[in-house]
């Protein structure tokens, strides 16, 4: 009797155990990942130090300089790609958003584009130049939008949030973009990337577009 009760005890405490051992090694792991938020509207400030850090000092623009914002923080993300973007978004029409992807695409970074067929033919929207300087664009072509909003950097850095890529998202609105290097964050999107790119490709037919 006593030897059941010590042994029940023994297996209660042998589970508790490997459950906090399994919750530290999973916390240890996250410590480090990069994980940031950013709001919106953004603080208006020059941004060409970005795409020009050699010269930090060179524009003589009107607007505020060597100022962090949450636009240069998303830019900076974005540029630190290194050998892939995918990106997903529904609406795309801010220049320096599209300049840095422009940008990515003449350093050899493999850039995917996925926007929305109908925002795609508005005027303003960056998509026709994109697809002009050689990246590969797909539109979605299902029934209903496409409202993503996530860009995938080396297939590890997840960028989303209700941010779409217009000038009046990033200076006028309200938004959130998380950053973030988690893992099971990121794997999701990755796959979701892959589900739509090969849906949306022009010679194929797909019959289940939506997941
Ligand atoms: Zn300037």
Same mark, same amino acid.
């Given at each position: 009797m006593w030897t059941a009760k010590?042994?029940?005890?023994?297996?209660?405490?042998?589970?508790l155990s490997v459950d906090v051992t399994v919750r530290?090694?999973? %916390? /240890?792991?996250? %410590?480090?990942? /990069?994980?940031?938020?950013?709001?919106?509207p953004s603080e208006i400030a020059c941004v060409e130090h970005i795409? %020009?850090?050699? /010269?930090?000092? !060179?524009c003589v623009c009107s607007l505020p300089h060597g100022v962090e914002t949450s636009f240069s923080r998303? /830019?900076?993300?974005?540029? !630190?790609?290194? !050998?892939?973007?995918?990106?997903?978004?529904f609406a795309f029409s801010n220049v320096n958003l599209s300049r840095a992807v422009l940008t990515l695409h003449k350093r050899g970074v493999t850039v995917r584009v996925l926007s929305d067929k109908?925002?795609?033919a508005i005027s303003g929207s960056q998509i026709g130049l994109l697809r002009s300087a050689g990246i590969c664009v797909r539109c979605d072509k299902s029934s209903v939008y496409m409202h993503h909003?996530?860009?995938?950097?080396?297939?590890?850095?997840l960028i989303t949030g209700s941010l779409n890529w217009t000038l009046t998202a990033v200076q006028s609105n309200l938004e959130n973009v998380i950053v973030t290097e988690e893992r099971d964050l990121?794997?999701?999107f990755v796959d979701e990337f892959? %589900?739509?790119?090969?849906?949306?490709?022009?010679?194929r037919r797909c019959v289940t577009v939506k997941a």
């Open positions: 010590v042994l029940g005890v023994g297996a209660v405490a042998l589970a530290l090694i999973r %916390r /240890l792991r996250s %410590r480090g990942t /990069l994980k940031e938020v950013l709001f919106f795409f %020009r850090p050699a /010269l930090p000092h !060179s998303l /830019l900076r993300h974005i540029l !630190s790609a290194a !050998s892939t973007l995918d990106l997903c978004v109908d925002y795609t909003k996530f860009a995938v950097v080396d297939g590890r850095r990121v794997r999701p892959h %589900r739509l790119w090969v849906c949306n490709d022009p010679e």
